[in-house]
Each structure stands twice: as structure tokens, then as C-alpha cells.
């Protein structure tokens, strides 16, 4: 099957996001543009394309200029996770980052760790680099009259970091834009998120997807790969090139829930239950969380499905997995619970906690939530 790659030039005269960057543009124009802007893009709907457009209009001024120029320019200074090690130290990460952006500007953090394989190592945004910020946002604009800082991938902010941030967002400089990018705002700081202009972005239309999709793939989307998309590029791509990942995913997930069934009847079940959890435990950190992802949109289908909300499910399988059958077991009296057990478990590994812990407490809870009866609270 061919594929056509689309360059960030491509994405950027196309990126789902038009209303968005015309209404930012205004703002800029009118001179109202806050110095801080917070776009949260939970699953490829297109922050970092909106981003660079951004940044080519302000520097632009309205003049045209090709993205390029944007991931090249002297005033606009990019920031993200790196892993801490001295593997990372070795690379040309701002070679590395500018071909990602171009290569896949709708790529996750976790697709972006992969490319610079970090291996099991996390990547984060440290103290260092916001000295670095913050010597570069004390010199004068390079070639223009404003200069700009995108930092992309801060909800793996650490604290320290964040709170050296914070004094600088405090008391920008004058003409200075700093706009940052996260996939999710529970693990930043309330101090850090009350300096910033919020903005939560949409899925992209469905007309998008498939325009792009049959420029790409040169065949139309199932409807199947559509809903399961979600308004995603990003996850729509994945769909169609990493099946396997998919499926690798869902196969886990299946043989968790069959053991967690038969925990509560039969306790000779707990050591498969154990040797389940030892096989998450043992691949690598960012598979890991996307295991915990995987499994929330999961319990969101089941739950539709289960309230004869079918039509507003997204799941479809890649091994036969019946959500009809797992869907009565996902209801009101389990529903918080069993989403508290997933983000909990998925915040605890981005805090670097011991996965062999996480995942065996995670497999006894997720028994222990499984097991109960809708009707357990009215007894």
C-alpha cells in the first residue's frame, strides 16, 4: 500500500484547526494576544501544526513563509521532553526534532521518545532547559521585534522546572509569546495553568479525515477506522500502519479481564492473575501508559454500550473481543471507580513508581471492580 507523507507545509495550509488560528491572528492583530497560551490536545487533533502556524503568522506578520523558516527561525526557540541520559546528550535532538515536526506533526510525546529511542527512559522537561528559556528570553529579538517559545510536552513538566517557569510567565519580557502544548493538564501545576490563556482543542471533522486519509493511503477509511479515530489524524495513521500495536493491546487487555472474572470464584487464579501483571510490568514505560489509555477508552465503549448508547461507541476489534459481552459489566456502581484505578495507575508510572507494584495493586482492583454487581449498592 502506498503512502504519502505529509510535510508539515502540507498540514499547516490544512490543519482542522482554520476557526481557531484565524481567531488567535485577530487577536494578535488587535494587539489582545495573551503571552501565554495553553493548547491541550489530548489525541492528535492537530496543537502542533496549529502552533506553527501560529508562530509563522506572528513572525510573518501576515507575509507568507514557509514552515522551514518557522523550525529554523532565530526567534522562535522550541522546547520538549529528553530523556536523562547521556545516550540522548549524543544526538542531534534539534535535527531530530525538526524532522519529526515535518514528518509526523501529528505525533504524540510517546511517538516522539520512540524516534529518538530513549529506550525506557522518560523524557521530561527539566530545570536546565528553562535556564536555557530564560537566558534566551532575556536577549533581544534575532531578526523581528518579538521573539517566541513553544514548549510542547508539558505535562511532562517537572515541578521544578514548572516553578521556574511560572516566574518567568509571571513578568513576561515585553513581545515575547510563549505557547505551550500538552496531551493532558492534571499533572501541571493550578499556579502554572492560571498564567495561561486554555484552549481545549476539537476533534477534527470527519470530511478532513477522509480527504487525508485517501491522499495518503490512496483507498477511502472504513467507517470502522473512522469511529474508532475519533477526530484523530494521529490515531487514524496508527490504525491503519500499527495494527499490530492495536492488537498487541487489546490482546492484553482481553486475557486481563478473562483472569480478573475468574479471580473472585477461584483463587488458584491469582498467580496467572500475577503473571499477567508481570508481563505489563515488564515492557517498556510508554507502552505501559498507553495500556492504561487503551483501557479507559475501553471502559468509556463498554459503558455506552451497556446504557443502549451503541451508537456512540468507537471500539472495534482487531481479535473478535465482544463488547456486547463485557458491556453489563461496566456500569453506574463501577464506572468512577474503575476510571480512578486507570488515570491513578497511569499518573503513578509517569511519576516513575515501580511497575511490577502499579500493575499487580492495578490487577487486584481491577478484580475486585469487575466482580461487583450493579445492584450491589441497593442490597
Known amino acids: ?19 481557531l488560528i484565524d481567531r488567535l491572528k485577530n487577536e494578535f492583530i488587535k494587539g489582545y494576544l495573551p503571552h501565554s497560551q495553553l493548547f491541550v490536545d489530548s489525541s492528535g487533533y492537530g496543537a502542533l501544526p496549529l502552533v506553527l502556524s501560529l508562530c509563522q503568522s506572528l513572525i510573518a506578520h501576515g507575509n507568507e513563509a514557509i514552515a522551514t523558516a518557522v523550525l529554523e527561525h532565530p526567534d522562535v526557540h522550541f522546547y520538549y521532553p529528553t530523556p536523562s541520559n547521556t545516550k540522548s ?31 525506557n527512559k522518560q523524557g521530561s522537561i527539566r530545570v536546565e532547559h528553562i535556564r536555557e528559556l530564560q537566558k534566551q528570553a532575556s536577549l533581544k529579538p534575532y531578526a523581528g521585534n518579538l521573539k517566541i517559545f513553544v514548549l510542547w510536552g508539558v505535562d511532562l513538566l517537572l515541578v521544578p522546572a514548572a516553578n521556574k517557569l511560572l516566574k518567568l510567565l509571571e513578568e513576561p519580557p515585553p513581545h515575547t509569546y510563549f505557547l505551550l502544548v500538552s496531551e493532558q493538564t492534571e499533572t501541571l501545576l ?131 473481543f465482544d463488547l456486547q459481552k463485557f458491556a453489563p459489566y461496566v456500569h453506574s456502581h463501577n464506572i468512577e471507580e474503575l476510571q480512578h484505578l486507570l488515570e491513578e495507575s497511569h499518573y503513578h508510572l509517569g511519576r516513575n513508581a515501580n511497575a511490577r507494584i502499579v500493575f499487580v495493586q492495578f490487577a487486584l482492583e481491577l478484580s475486585r471492580h469487575l466482580n461487583r454487581k450493579e445492584s450491589a449498592l441497593l442490597e
Open 190 to 320: 493550578p499556579t502554572l495553568l492560571s498564567r495561561c490563556q486554555q484552549t481545549v482543542l476539537d476533534p477534527l471533522p470527519d470530511k478532513m479525515l477522509l480527504n487525508l486519509y485517501e491522499q495518503s493511503f490512496g483507498e477511502k477509511a472504513s467507517d470502522g477506522l473512522l469511529k474508532m479515530a475519533q477526530g484523530s489524524w494521529r490515531r487514524l495513521v496508527e490504525l491503519q500502519i500499527r495494527k499490530e500495536t492495536h492488537q498487541e493491546l487489546e490482546v492484553l487487555w482481553v486475557a486481563g479481564l478473562r483472569l480478573a472474572f475468574k479471580a473472585r470464584a477461584n483463587r488458584k487464579i491469582i498467580l496467572p492473575l500475577f503473571e499477567w501483571a508481570q508481563e505489563l510490568a515488564s515492557m517498556n514505560r510508554e507502552a505501559q501508559k498507553q495500556f492504561f489509555l487503551f483501557g479507559l477508552d475501553l471502559i468509556r465503549d463498554a459503558l455506552m454500550v451497556n446504557y443502549e448508547a451503541a451508537s456512540l461507541h468507537r471500539f472495534h476489534s482487531l481479535t473478535g
Open 89 to 119: 546528550q549524543k544526538i542531534d535532538l534539534p535535527s531530530l526534532w525538526r524532522s519529526f515536526c515535518s514528518d509526523n506533526p501529528f505525533g504524540s510525546v510517546y511517538d516522539w521518545l520512540r524516534n529518538i529511542d530513549s529506550g
Open 1 to 19: 500500500m502506498n503512502c504519502t507523507i505529509f510535510s508539515v507545509v502540507d498540514f499547516l495550509k490544512l490543519t482542522g484547526q482554520e476557526l
